[in-house]
Every structure is written in structure tokens, then in C-alpha cells.
């Protein structure tokens, strides 16, 4: 499926991401266990609906309905999972075991990311820096997550390397060596480098305007296989977010 439509890959990305990030560490719900994003109510939320604009029904449903009819013993958690731990494969990224971008200000920004989004789910900085590299993927059409934004989706524009099916730790090494300026449009604020072919919202910009974060940007840039192995087990985390007495399965 994936090699057929390499755009496909990082949407089975955006969908595992979904699925696991309404866990919250307080409450101890939500997440990917029950793989409920396949109900109307979750589809209902905005992210998700900009997840899957173009599709009469659930992108996620149409594509993956044919494994899950042939696989019937499989559930929808470990289906909707395990496709996005398959699709991190397949963009060449390493093997994994089984939020709005804007505030207003930088502070704002992170203040967002950090206590609305990513400490929710129990997350650090480093490890919220690390899953910011999934924006080297695909084709954007949601307002956090993978590589090129769609403006009849999420609202902006472009994508955030020149390589959206492949995973690298390019995107930290273009955070930090371009020029960013904002974009001259009628859309929500973005930036764009100086050739006006990429983009970074101002969750990205960001990351390297706070020290903290910006230490973890510069050494994923320097190591692409430090932000392999840190990538692989925050996504990881990610998924098994809301989960418990899970197995490890062999597959064929």
C-alpha cells in the first residue's frame, strides 16, 4: 500500500498519532487502546477532521479495511498502531516496537505545546523535540504533526523539507541553518525560507528560540541516529499511551 502511494505513510503517522494522543497522564484515559478514533465523536475533533478532509469516509477506514477484514483477529488499537510504526519503516526511519501551532507569542507557543499537548500525555522536552522531527514527512493536512500543510485543511501552506515521504533528521538541521522570515499571505502566520518553497509554523521557530529546546534541536541535527533511536521510543510511548498487558507478537 505504502510503496504503492508513498503519500499514504505519513498519513498511517498522523493516524497512530491521534489514536494515542488524547491519553492523559492525570486521569489515566484515552489513548490508543480502545482505538476509538474510528468513531465519529473522535473523528469530530478538529485535528482529526483535518486529518481526513478529502475522503468520504474516514481515510483510515477506507485504507485500512482490507488488512483488518483479512487480519480479523487483529484489533483496531494494534491495526491503527501498528501501521504507524510500519509506515516509520517504510520513510526509512528506525524500527518501532510495536496541537494548534500557534499562541500568539513564542512563550505562548511552547507554554501550549508543553502543558496543553505534550506534558498531558506525560512527555519531556527532549522527547516532545524528538516527535517534532516527524515533520520531515508527508504531506500536511493537520495542524501539528507531518510534512506539508494543505490550505483548504489546516490553513497553511508547504512542507517543511524538500524530502516529504522520507524520514531524516533533516528538518532539525534546516530549523537551525536557513533563514526564517514570516510569509508575506493571507493565510495564519507561517515562515518561509529564502527560496519561499518551505515552511515552519511558529511551533517550530519555536523550539530553537528556547534554550532548552534548542539544545535537543542542535544535537538531532548533528546525529541522525541518536534521533533515530530517541524518535523510535518516544513514538513508541506515544502509541502505547492509554494501553496495559501488552504482548510481544512476531510478525510474519
Not at 483535518?50 to 485500512?64: G, V
Not at 519503516?89 to 502543558?115: C, F, I, N, Q, W
Not at 508527508?138 to 501552506?157: M, V
Amino acid at each position: 500500500m505504502i510503496t504503492a502511494d508513498p503519500d499514504i505513510g505519513p498519513t498511517m503517522v498522523r493516524l497512530a498519532w491521534h489514536s494515542s494522543g488524547t491519553y492523559d497522564k492525570m486521569s489515566k484515559t484515552g489513548g490508543s487502546g480502545g482505538g476509538t478514533i474510528r468513531f465519529k465523536e473522535e473523528l469530530a475533533h478538529g485535528g482529526d477532521r483535518a486529518t481526513y478532509p478529502r475522503y468520504s469516509s474516514p481515510l483510515h477506514l477506507t485504507l485500512l479495511a482490507p488488512p483488518s477484514e483479512a487480519h480479523c483477529s487483529i484489533s483496531y488499537a494494534d491495526l491503527y498502531t501498528l501501521a504507524g510504526a510500519t509506515a516509520i519503516e517504510a520513510a526509512g526511519g528506525p524500527t518501532v516496537t510495536v496541537p494548534d501551532a500557534d499562541k500568539g507569542s513564542p512563550a505562548k507557543t511552547l507554554s501550549h505545546l508543553r502543558m496543553d499537548i505534550f506534558y498531558r500525555m506525560g512527555f519531556d522536552d527532549r522527547e516532545i523535540v524528538a516527535l517534532s522531527g516527524a515533520h520531515a514527512l508527508g504531506r500536511r493536512r493537520i495542524p501539528h504533526a507531518l510534512g506539508r500543510c494543505h490550505p483548504d485543511a489546516s490553513g497553511y501552506s508547504g512542507p517543511w523539507t524538500p524530502t516529504p515521504t522520507v524520514l531524516t533528521n533533516g528538518y532539525y538541521a534546516l530549523l537551525l541553518s536557513l533563514p526564517w522570515t514570516l510569509k508575506e499571505w493571507d493565510g495564519p502566520m507561517q515562515f518561509e525560507d529564502p527560496s519561499g518553497k518551505l515552511m515552519m509554523l511558529p511551533s517550530d521557530i519555536a523550539l530553537i528560540q528556547d534554550k532548552k529546546m534548542r539544545q535537543y534541536v542542535q544535537m538531532y541535527a548533528k546525529d541522525k541516529e541518536l534521533f533515530f533511536k530517541e524518535f523510535a521510543a518516544a513514538f513508541q510511548k506515544l502509541e502505547e499511551l492509554g494501553t496495559k498487558n501488552l504482548k510481544t507478537v512476531a510478525l510474519a
